[in-house]
C-alpha cells in the first residue's frame, strides 16, 4: 500500500468516527437512563445561577412561566418524544430553581445601612455573640430601636464589634444598650472579589459597626427556643475550653471548642493561618466529616449494646433502632452546633444516609447525594454561591463516585488480608480519600481562595485519624458526662488530641512552599471545572473520561485570564499597578486598609508586595514599562499608553493633557482630555474599579447590578471646576 493511500485511509478513519460520534454520544446517554436524574439538582443550580447572574430584579412571575412552560413541554412531547420530554423537564426545574432563589431574596428583604451612622445610641437584644481571640466579642442585636433611624429604615440584625472594656457581662438574649458607629457591609473590595453585603443580607445583617462606648443591659435575658439553644451553645463552648484549660496562647481549648461546635473565635490567627496553609481548615467546620463521626460513633455504639441481648439481636430490627437513636444524636448535636448553612447541610446528608438504612435502601449512593442537594437548594438557594456548599458536595460527589466504582475491590481486599493487612488496607483508604477529596476541593479553594496548600495529604495523613480515633469519641464522652459536671476527665485528653493536630498543622505549614498561590479563576473557569467534575463523577460509562477535558479547561483559565493593569479601591485610598514583571505593587497614602491590600494581593496570586516608589523616584522594567511618582501624581507606562494616577488636585490639568487614563482620588471636571477618566466620584457611585490599559474598565457596580442586597446611596453632584 502507497503512503497516500494509507493517509487516505487514517483519513476515512477519522471522518467515519466523526459521523459515528453523534450516534455513539446516543447510544451512551441512552445506556446510562438510570443516571439521568442525578442531573436534576445540577438544572435547579443553574436556575439559581441564572437568576443570581441577572443585573436586575425580574417579574415575579420569570420562575413559574419557566415551570409551566417546561412542564407543558415534558407533557406535550410524552416519552415518546424523549429529546423534548426531557428538554421540558430540564427547563421546569431549572425555572424552579429560579423561582426558589426569587422567593428566599424576597423573604429575605429588610433595610440595610448605604451610609456611615453615628456614633449613635443602639438598643437592641444580643441574638448571638462570640469572643475573639484579642478579648473583644462580637455581638449580634436584633429586635432594634437606633438613634436617628426611623422604624422603617432600621435594620432587623447589626453585628457590632465591642472591645474588651467595652463588653457587657450579659447572656444571650438581654437587651443591651450601647453607643456604636454603624457602617454598611462591605461590597466586594474589587471587582469579582466576595460579596460581603449579599452575604449579611441573606442573614440579615443590615449593618456592621463598632462600639464607642461601653455596652450596658438595660432588660433582663427573655426566653425564646432558639435563644435557649444560643445559650447552650454558648455555656457547652465555655465548659469545653474550662475543661481542657492551658496556658496562655494555647490555642488547644478554642481549637477542640471548634472541632465540637463550630465555635473558631478564640483560635489564634497564626494557628488558624497554619491550618489553611496545611489543608486542615476543613476539619475546624461543623461539617460531613464531623457529623459522619458523631452519627457513625452513636450507630455502632448503639448497635453494640443491642447486640448484648441474644433476644433483640434475633428478633428485632436493631439496625434501625441504632440509625433511630444515631438520628437523634446528630440531632442534637445540630441544635448546639448551631442551625449554619454548613451544619443544615450536613445533618441533612447524614439524615438522609440513615433514613436509608430505615427504609432498607443502600446508605451511600449518588441518588441520596443529589436529593440532599435539591434540597438545600431549595431551602437555601444563595449557598450555591458559597465556597462551604461548593466544597462540601465537590469532596461528597468525588468520594461516593469513587466509593460506588472500588467498593467491590476494596471488599474483597479486606477479605482476603489479615489484621496487620486490613490497618494498611485502611491507611491506603485514607489516603486515597485525602487525594480525591483534596483534589475535587482544590479547584473551589483556588477560585475563592487563591491558595492551594501543596502537603495537605501529609498534615491529613496524622490529623484526620487523630480526630476521628481520639478527638472526636473523647468529645462523645465529655458531652456524656456535662450533665454529670465531670467532663474534664474526658476533655484532659481530647486536648492532647488538639495539640497533636495543631502541631501538625504548623509543621506542614512551615514547609517551603507549602501553599500555592494562584491568580483568579474567572467565573467561566470555574463552570467549566464544575460541570467536567459532575460529568467524570455521575456517568458510569467509559465517556465520563471527557469530564476530564473540562477540568484541564477550567483550570487553564487561570493561566489565560489576564489580571488588571490598574486597582482602585472605593475610597481612593489604595491604588496598584501591575509591574513589567506581572507583579502588583499596592500604593496607600497612609494607613493601609490590610483587608483590601491582601484581598488583592492574593487574586493576583502574590503573598507579597514590592515597594512603591517615593515621590522622586522611578522604577523602570526589563519590558520598558515604567513608574514615576511626585508629591502629586504617579505616571504609570506600559504598552505604549499613559495612565496617571492622581493623588491632589494640583496635578489635574497637567495630567489630563498627557495622560490616556485618569484615575484621581480628588473630583475631575467633565473636560478633561483623557480618553478614560475615573476620578473620586465615580469610585463613590460605582466602587472598585480594576482598569486595563487596552481601555477596558471593570466597576464593582457594573458587575453587582441592581439587586436587593447592593446597598443604595444617595447620588452626589459632581464638582465642577473653574
Partial sequence: MTAGAADWGAGRDWLDAAWRAPASAAEAFLAEREQWALWLPVAAG?????????????????????????????????????????????LAVAGLGFATADLRTSLAAAPMLAERLGPVEIRGRVADRETLADGSQRVVLDQLAIQNLPPNATPRRVRIR???KHTAETGIGAVLSVRAVLLPASPPLAPGAFDFQRNAYFQGIGAVGFSVGAARAVAPATFSLGLALERLRETVGARIRAGIGGEKGDAAAPLAAALLIGDRAGIPEPVLAAMRDSGLAHLIAISGLNFALVAGMLFFVARGLLCLSETLALN??????????????????????????????????????????????????????????????????????GASFQ????????????????????????????????????????????????????????????????YGLAANMIAVPVTAHWIMPWGMVAFALMPFGVEHWALAPMGWGARVVIWAAETVASWPGAVAALPAMPPWGLVAATLGGLWLCLWRGRWRA????????????????????????????????????????????????????????????????????????????????SLACDRLACIYRRDGRTAALIREQGAVAEDCARADIVVAA???????AAALVIDRFDLWRDGAHAIRLDGGVESVAAGRGDRPWV??????????QP
Fill in 546 to 625: 471527557f469530564g476530564a477535558v473540562a477540568i484541564a479547561a477550567g483550570l487553564s483559565s487561570m493561566l489565560l485570564a489576564r489580571g488588571p493593569d490598574i486597582l482602585v479601591s472605593a475610597d481612593a485610598r489604595m491604588m496598584a499597578v501591575r509591574g513589567g514583571d506581572g507583579l502588583l505593587r499596592l500604593w496607600s497614602p497612609g494607613r493601609s486598609d490590610k483587608l483590601t491590600s491582601e484581598t488583592w494581593l492574593r487574586r493576583a496570586g502574590q503573598r507579597d508586595t514590592a515597594d512603591w516608589p517615593r515621590a522622586g523616584e522611578r522604577v523602570e522594567w526589563a519590558d520598558g514599562s
Fill in 711 to 720: 446597598a443604595k446611596r444617595e447620588p452626589r453632584r459632581r464638582a465642577t
Fill in 162 to 164: 465591642m472591645n474588651e
Fill in 666 to 672: 480628588v473630583p475631575v471636571r467633565r473636560n478633561c
Fill in 391 to 454: 466544597m462540601s458536595f465537590a469532596a461528597v460527589v468525588a468520594l461516593v463516585a469513587a466509593y460506588e466504582a472500588l467498593r467491590h475491590r476494596f471488599a474483597d481486599l479486606r477479605a482476603e488480608l489479615g489484621i496487620w493487612g486490613r490497618v494498611g488496607l485502611y491507611a491506603g483508604a485514607v489516603v486515597l480519600a485525602t487525594v480525591i477529596g483534596s483534589a475535587a476541593t482544590g479547584i473551589y479553594a483556588a477560585y475563592h481562595f487563591n491558595r492551594f496548600p501543596l
Fill in 46 to 90: 443553574a436556575g439559581i445561577a441564572a437568576y443570581f447572574l441577572l443585573p436586575g430584579e425580574p417579574p415575579w412571575w420569570t420562575g413559574p412561566a419557566l415551570v409551566c412552560a417546561g412542564a407543558a413541554a415534558a407533557w406535550l412531547c410524552g416519552p415518546a418524544r424523549l429529546a423534548g420530554f426531557l428538554a421540558g423537564w430540564v
Fill in 316 to 385: 428485632r430490627p436493631i439496625k434501625k433502632w441504632a440509625a433511630v437513636l444515631a438520628f437523634l444524636g446528630a440531632g442534637f448535636y445540630f441544635l448546639v452546633a448551631g442551625p449554619t448553612p454548613p451544619t443544615e447541610r450536613a445533618f441533612l446528608m447524614i439524615g438522609v444516609v440513615l433514613l436509608a438504612v430505615l427504609v432498607d435502601r443502600e446508605a451511600i449512593s449518588m441518588r441520596l447525594v443529589a436529593w440532599a442537594a435539591a434540597a438545600i437548594l431549595l431551602v437555601l438557594p444563595e449557598s450555591l454561591l
